[in-house]
């Protein structure tokens, strides 16, 4: 594909269950973000994957959150029992360099 | 704590007109972006300027930096209904080349 792309594209879960979404990035980009954004608000910086680099997690805001990826591929954002404020869109972006970003679709994660 | 902060929060304007939208950051830079979201999902890379530069130009885009003042302006000439969009500044800080902050946003309605 030829953009960035994330799966699922919306998620409904109950508070207390643990939820992965993927991103998928542009082939060739060495670096990889994950962000959140709540309603209405601007994008907080989670986490940040460069190469084989060790991650940039500065921005996880408890630790039931965590992500992985290997090499320049997929990438995984995992949140373990969700409560109702992790509800969010959560983006991910690839870029080749300290450059312009480019980001998925996005989920929509709806915490119940 | 979000490095660029975005005025006005939201702005309506008619179609035809130009609509002005103005980012304040807090530290030095080595860029700054604007990005359009739709919708409130994926974010569209609109525009960079680099902390050298004075004024950029793409189509109706005029973007303005003025890193004394540590604020930038994006200016969107003959504006039209498909312009309705929330629109985000971002800086990559000069100590971290990587990482880009983004502001909370302006909310643009054109009204056709």
């Known amino acids: 594909g030829a953009g960035v792309s994330q799966s699922p594209s919306n998620k409904v879960t109950e508070k207390g269950k643990d939820v992965e979404l993927r991103c998928d990035p542009i082939s060739g980009h060495t670096a990889l973000y994950w962000y959140r954004q709540r309603l209405g608000q601007g994008l907080e910086f989670l986490i940040y994957?460069?190469?084989?680099?060790?991650?940039?997690k500065s921005g996880l805001p408890s630790d039931r959150f965590s992500a992985e990826r290997t090499g320049e591929s997929v990438s995984t954002l995992t949140i373990q029992r969700t409560q109702q404020e992790d509800s969010a869109v959560y983006l991910c972006?690839?870029?080749?360099?300290?450059?312009?970003?480019?980001f998925g679709p996005g989920t929509r994660l709806t915490v119940t | 704590s979000q490095q660029g902060e975005e005025d006005p929060q939201a702005l309506s304007i008619q179609e035809g007109e130009n609509a002005t939208m103005n980012c304040s950051y807090k530290?030095?830079?080595?860029?700054l972006q604007w990005y359009r979201q739709n919708s409130g999902r994926g974010l569209v890379h609109l525009i960079l300027?680099?902390?050298?530069?004075r004024e950029k130009h793409s189509g109706r885009l005029r973007v303005t930096l003025d890193t004394s003042k540590k604020s930038s302006s994006l200016l969107i000439t003959a504006s039209r209904a498909a312009d309705t969009a929330s629109y985000f500044c971002a800086t990559h800080r000069m100590d971290s080349s990587y990482k880009l902050i983004f502001g909370s946003g302006t909310r643009l309605l054109v009204r056709p």
């Open positions: 530290t030095s830079i080595n860029n």
């Open positions: 994957f460069q190469g084989n680099s060790a991650p940039d």
């Open positions: 300027i680099r902390s050298n530069e």
């Open positions: 972006a690839s870029t080749a360099g300290a450059r312009e970003q480019y």
